[in-house]
């Protein structure tokens, strides 16, 4: 009798834990919105995932859900606007089309540093 006892609190809990680990897209959706993201895309990946891409002020987010519900991924990237180290669509809108930011220190990236006075 304990051992069936036992058994049926161990399957309770786990079903909890599964329940709780399980998320909608309603969920996610509202959790972005409520986080102030203001463009939120969902899309299916290769393996059926649902996807989510979140973008803020300053901020991007990507939470990817399995076909049950777990988060899989949730990453979140400062916008790297103006940096040329860390290029993405977006990136460097400041730049003419030789890839040059209009400084005068002869070089095209943005750090401003031509190299001299380096000694």
Partial sequence: MLKKTLLMGTS?????????A?????DIVDMLS????TKIEISKTLFGNTKF???GTGIEREIVLDKNGTVMRDR?????EGDD???DED??????????DGDDDSEGDDDGDDGEGDD
Wanted: glycine share 6%; no cysteine; aromatic share 6%.
């Fill in 22 to 26: 399980q998320t909608s897209k309603e």
């Fill in 34 to 37: 409520e986080q102030g993201f």
């Fill in 12 to 20: 309770f809990v786990l079903m909890a834990s599964t329940a709780l």
């Fill in 53 to 55: 891409e979140a973008k």
């Fill in 91 to 100: 990136d460097d809108i400041n730049d003419d089309d030789d890839g040059n």
């Fill in 85 to 87: 180290s860390n290029d």
């Fill in 76 to 80: 979140t990237e400062h916008d790297d």
